[in-house]
């Protein structure tokens, strides 16, 4: 299979290089809010993020005269930032944010660099043309490999390596899903990005929307999960 690298023009270097320093300079702040400051501040991040998506850019994807705009707000996005705050706020489960932020992240970074470049055979061109699978493949090997190596750190016995890979590619998965589904919601609503606070990425619904799938798979199976991860 050959691969032909895409012709890069300067406008596409342009939202690339902000997207970049967009990514590092949210996910400093990001991280060293969880990892630094006690789980209440973490709490207050997800909820303003939450509140802008609801208050700014929710209303781009569906006008608040329609019945569908209150009927899915309780259940997407609302209900998957409740639970990320639930896990954030029980000590034993908290440490399962911290895998779902890091393949996430990992996941996405990986995707966008590599499809940007090599990517050639769509998922659903119809509904996201930037998404392929050359990307998808690429951002799930950088996810294993980040959890791998963190797991690497903890010491944690050879039998999960089995169970790791299989939890990771389930979660990829649901970064794809959900970011298929926001996409649908663009191109119904006319608009190419949920926001604008986020240059070079968009909205924070546009960051968020696979981590919001995949919150419903942790919190689901979060007690199968931490006897595995922990």
């Known amino acids: 299979m050959r691969f032909r690298l895409k012709t890069v023009n300067y406008k596409s270097l342009l939202t690339f290089s902000t997207r970049v320093t967009t990514g590092i300079v949210f996910g400093f702040v990001f991280w060293a809010i969880y990892l630094l400051l006690p789980p209440v501040f973490f709490t207050v991040l997800l909820g303003l993020i939450a509140a802008i998506i609801v208050l700014f850019e929710w209303k781009t994807l569906y006008s608040p005269s329609t019945m569908t705009f209150w009927l899915f707000l309780p259940i997407y996005p609302l209900l998957p930032f409740v639970l990320l705050i639930y896990l ?28 940007s470049i090599f990517g050639k055979h769509k998922i659903c061109p119809s509904v996201s043309p930037q998404k392929s699978w050359e990307g998808a493949v690429a951002g799930y090997i950088a996810a294993l490999i980040s959890i791998f190596l963190v797991f690497y750190q903890r010491c944690v016995i050879c039998k999960s390596w089995l169970f790791m890979g299989f939890f990771t590619l389930i979660a990829c998965a649901l970064f794809i899903m959900g970011d298929l ?14 926001g604008n606070l986020l240059p070079g990425h968009g909205g924070f619904l546009d960051r968020f929307d696979g981590i919001l799938f995949a919150a419903f798979f942790v919190f689901l199976f979060r007690n199968y999960l931490i006897t595995f991860l922990m």
Do not use: W
């Not at 440490?95 to 499809?115: E, K, N, R, W």
């Not at 919601?185 to 190419?192: C, E, N």
């Open 88 to 115: 954030n706020h029980v000590v034993p489960y908290r440490i399962l944010l911290f895998y779902l932020f890091l393949l996430a992240f990992t996941h996405d970074t990986s995707a966008y660099i590599v499809g």
């Open 181 to 194: 589904v926001e996409s649908k919601m663009k191109r119904r609503a006319g608009v190419k990005d949920s």
